[in-house]
T-cell receptor, first 114, second 108 residues
Framework: GAGVSQSPSNKVTEKGKDVELRCDPISGHTALYWYRQSLGQGLEFLIYFQGNSAPDKSGLPSDRFSAERTGGSVSTLTIQRTQQEDSAVYLC????????????FGEGSWLTVV | AQRVTQPEKLLSVFKGAPVELKCNYSYSGSPELFWYVQYSRQRLQLLLRHISRESIKGFTADLNKGETSFHLKKPFAQEEDSAMYYCALSGSNYKLTFGKGTLLTVNP
């Protein structure tokens, strides 16, 4: 596609519900990242996929958070039993996964937990 | 571990004044450093990276390995420069680590 696409753009969910956020990276990009952007917290790294390597999950804040990437393309970030502190913008980005390659961001999924 | 520090959350300058957004990093190897910018209601986008040694929109940034810094500078700020600026570091595994960002406001 022309850019990184994320859906939904906005999601309001009740505390305790599960949510899934989807990311379609730029075609051919082997690297895919998820970040969380909260007011006053900047950009928080969540998870990184690179080709067929095991993902770097070191940024996932709790075991309620998980992500997968199917077929080396589309990725889904799942948050189980959402809490109010999960409210944030979840950003996906992709790149060609090598030195000097630009990382392109999606517009983000704004999650509000009420 | 890789870490990026942006000491200023907020920076306010007047139009035409010089601006410097500070960035310091911690990384044991040879990092790639970037500046990303997010204008109001727009997606995060790359502004510049140190390996390109380029000037974008009048901004420059020099990697100082001795001071482990990558400060972003512009001699004459414009109102349209008002945005959120993030410094970022990429290590050997290409994972991008961001600072917490600096909100730049350029006043008329």
């Amino acid at each position: 596609g022309a850019g990184v696409s994320q859906s939904p753009s906005n999601k309001v969910t009740e505390k305790g519900k599960d949510v899934e956020l989807r990311c379609d990276p730029i075609s051919g990009h082997t690297a895919l990242y998820w970040y969380r952007q909260s007011l006053g917290q900047g950009l928080e790294f969540l998870i990184y996929f690179q080709g067929n390597s095991a993902p770097d999950k070191s940024g996932l804040p709790s075991d309620r958070f998980s992500a997968e990437r199917t077929g080396g393309s589309v990725s889904t970030l799942t948050i189980q039993r959402t809490q109010q502190e999960d409210s944030a913008v979840y950003l996906c980005a992709s790149s060609q996964g090598s030195i000097g390659n630009t990382i392109y961001f999606g517009e983000g999924s704004w999650l509000t937990v009420v | 571990a890789q870490r990026v520090t942006q000491p200023e959350k907020l920076l306010s300058v007047f139009k035409g004044a010089p601006v410097e957004l500070k960035c310091n990093y911690s990384y044991s190897g040879s990092p790639e450093l970037f500046w990303y910018v997010q204008y109001s209601r727009q997606r995060l986008q790359l502004l510049l990276r140190h390996i390109s040694r380029e000037s974008i929109k009048g901004f420059t940034a020099d990697l100082n390995k001795g001071e482990t810094s990558f400060h972003l500078k512009k001699p004459f700020a414009q109102e349209e420069d008002s945005a959120m600026y993030y410094c970022a570091l990429s290590g050997s595994n290409y994972k991008l680590t961001f600072g917490k960002g600096t909100l730049l406001t350029v006043n008329p």
